[in-house]
């Protein structure tokens, strides 16, 4: 059984972000999406008309965000933004961006005005030098940074990401010096994540006996200044007293779904002994292929409770700058579709996680017994049952069957849960469908040399 760091699923599902492009005019030397540039495409705009007309329905997400490659460049930048205001089901609408274009008022302004609230501006270098040669195109730091100051007298939320690399890991917290008199309400700090160069080849992963003290005087310093932090993929140990700022969700994103194929997966030796085995991630595996599993580095918080390999990735809530971590949230329209059935058999709604493929309900029975009832999309495929939007079955059954009654009582909670799923389910609720871009339809055709390139992540044979 694969956790859910295998999967790479802790999702916040309130938020949603659209993929509107790959195309870029940095070429930033770490850069995530690389590869999609060439070979992905975006989301398809009749797809995002949907996604955004079912939450006008459906009040899924609080906040849309926008991102690519560079976003500003889409043609139809302004009809994205239209639709996601014009709908009113949103809270919030950011853009992720690279805050070069940003440099020219005017646009700035514009984009202010059709109603885009948060900009994500990613900034990885304290100084012109160390910016542009990451992004390898001169002339980007200045840019960026007129951007930002477009952007702060327009007096809209600013955050900023910092990918942490070997190119900027000496100068971290001089980053913060950089951006603070723009008032950020965040800081996010992600640890770079190989998504081709699993051998580091380029050199860009950053061992963890220099990237945490260069990342702990930033984090100190934000504090300082009174500046939130988020930090992404660094274990939590090596954190310090800044390990709260640990936060390692992410949006529910419509975007290829091979695209999560190729993230690492991560790992920690001490995952069992530490009582933050089920939040934090480790280390992941192109790391500890190169630097090994640091076990010696790495100090587990002692566990308080007994350890259980969790199966599910974490239900969490939404990103909320200024307002602290994310929190758990309520689901009421995933938790409403079994009310009442835990009661009806003297059980406990224990959990209801939602995540990207799946809505999984956990009820206690009491002395140990648990049980899953699990949601998908509904299709063909073989299920216990199905409802009009889902197929349901049953997993994960922990429970001492030799014990008087408890089979008979499992059984019929669960064919209560099942029945009242189908029984309340209205139709169109969705969990992997509004994902989209499955198959042939989300890749563009693809060069020659691109194709031999898949080989070396052994992708392909
Ligand atoms: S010991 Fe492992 S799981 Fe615990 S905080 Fe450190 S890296 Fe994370």
Known sequence: ????????????????????????HSAC??????????????????????????????????????????VTLEKRLFDYIDIARDSQSFEHIRIQTNGRLFADRAFARRVVDAGVDEFFVSL??????????????????????????????????????????TLNEPTLAAIVDTVRPFAPARMEWWNYLPMEDYADELGLLS?????????????????????????????????????????????????VEEFYDKYPKFACIHEAACEHGDTCLGLHHPY????????????????????????????????????????????????????????????????????RRACVYRFELGEGATVDVLLTARSEAPALARSA????????????????????????????????VIARDPGGMHLDARKGLVGDDSVRRRPRRAKALRVLDGSEP
């Open 389 to 420: 939007s889902f197929n349901l079955q049953y997993r994960n059954l922990q429970a001492d069957l030799s014990a008087p009654g408890l089979r008979e009582r499992l059984s019929a909670l669960v064919e209560d849960a099942i029945q009242t």
């Open 1 to 24: 059984m694969e956790s859910y760091k295998g999967r790479f699923e802790p999702t916040r599902f309130e938020d949603l972000t659209v993929t509107v492009d790959f195309h870029c």
């Open 288 to 355: 500890i292929t190169k630097f090994g599993w640091e076990e010696d580095v790495l100090v587990p918080f002692p566990r308080a409770t007994p350890w259980r390999e969790p199966e599910y990735g974490l239900w969490v809530g939404s990103d909320r700058p200024g307002e602290g971590t994310a929190i758990p949230t309520d689901q009421p329209r995933w938790a409403g579709l079994v009310v009442g059935v835990a009661e009806r058999h003297r059980a406990r709604l224990a959990n209801v996680m939602l995540q």
């Open 124 to 165: 990885h270098g304290h100084d012109a030098a160390t910016q542009d040669y990451i992004s390898q195109r001169p002339g980007s730091f200045d840019e960026a940074i007129r951007g930002l100051e477009n952007l702060r007298e327009l007096g809209v939320c600013i955050l900023t990401n910092t990918v942490l690399t």
């Open 207 to 255: 061992p963890m006996s220099e990237l945490a003290p260069s990342l702990r005087e930033a984090l100190a310093r934000a504090r300082d200044y009174g500046i939130e932090s988020a930090v992404k993929y660094v274990p939590r140990c090596l954190l310090g007293e800044h390990g709260e700022s640990q936060d390692n969700t992410q949006p529910d994103v419509v975007i």
């Open 29 to 70: 030397r770490f850069c995530i999406v690389q590869e999609g540039m060439n070979y992905y495409k975006g989301v398809p705009f009749e797809l995002y008309e949907a996604a955004v007309a079912d939450n006008r329905r459906a009040k899924r997400y609080r906040r849309v965000t926008f991102t690519g490659g560079e």
